[in-house]
């Protein structure tokens, strides 16, 4: 299988790293310099040379080219998740990707417990609620100590932080609702930290990840880069493990 990119940032580094990328497209063409793949000089050439196409750019390139890309009959894995918070425009996608039989992968990034809300659903969902804590310098605070800076439902969430709660959308697609969301601003910490909150009929969770930076990017959480490699390394996978 060809994999394309979009977006040759510290995602796309990561998973170069790991696996045989066959095609590359960003709008600053010299941040694909030192991959070993094909350079593309747009989308439609990216799409020409790729089967299935990572983005790993912004939540504006989902907007632009994913429907281009379904509707070339290909299949697609988003990062940017905040590109599909637009329920209008998410229901268009996945309902053109299933009449054309592509597929669109959304990994975990940087959380867990996905699996656990897909199969508590379910037996029905109360409540999610995303508590997001990051080193205010991060998210473009200055506070002198760990401090409330939004409040309110993750559509509104990823419209003020972008680069920052792309988890608080897909926890919301998984969920079926518009989930509770709170980010702090913290001058200490230096990792980022996910408090997913989860109740329903099945019980309650509380899942806490405690995110390292990726070694060449502190902006992006490690295992955020991670889970696109796994996704694309278990494609095949006769054995799925947990759900
Ligand atoms: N789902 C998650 O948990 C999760 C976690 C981390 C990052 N992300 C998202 O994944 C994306 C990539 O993250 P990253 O750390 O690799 O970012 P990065 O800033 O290191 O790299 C992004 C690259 O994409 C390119 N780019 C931006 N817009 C483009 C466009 N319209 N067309 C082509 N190229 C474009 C940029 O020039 C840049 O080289 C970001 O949107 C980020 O918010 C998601």
Do not use: W
Not at 134 to 161: P, W
């Amino acid at each position: 299988m060809r994999i394309g990119i979009i977006g040759c940032g510290n995602i796309a580094h990561q998973i170069a790293r790991r696996l045989k990328v066959h095609a590359v497209y960003d709008i600053q063409r010299e941040k694909c310099r030192d991959l070993d793949a094909k350079i593309c000089n747009d989308l439609e050439e990216l799409i020409g040379e790729s089967d299935l196409i990572v983005e790993a750019a912004s939540p504006d390139a989902v907007k632009e080219y994913a429907m281009k890309i379904i509707e070339a009959g290909k299949s697609m894995v988003i990062m940017s998740i905040g590109g599909l918070v637009n329920r209008e425009f998410r229901d268009a996608l996945f309902s053109r990707a299933r009449e054309k039989g592509t597929r669109i992968y959304l990994p975990s990034g940087a959380i867990g417990g996905i699996d656990l809300i897909k199969t508590a659903k379910l037996g029905g969902l109360r409540k999610v609620t995303l508590r997001t804590i990051k080193n205010s310098h991060t998210l473009g605070y200055q506070v002198s100590e760990r401090t409330l800076i939004f409040k309110g439902k993750a559509s509104e969430a990823i419209e003020k932080f972008p680069k920052s709660v792309n988890v608080s959308v897909l926890l919301s697609i998984v969920s079926g609702m518009d989930i509770d969301v709170e980010v702090y601003a913290d001058p200490q910490v230096k990792e980022n930290i996910h408090e997913i909150y989860v109740e329903g009929d099945f019980g309650t969770a509380e899942i806490r990840v405690r995110n390292k930076p990726s070694p060449d990017n502190p902006k992006t959480s490690y295992l955020a880069a991670l889970s696109p490699v796994y996704l694309l390394s278990s494609l095949e996978d006769v054995v799925r493990m947990g759900v």
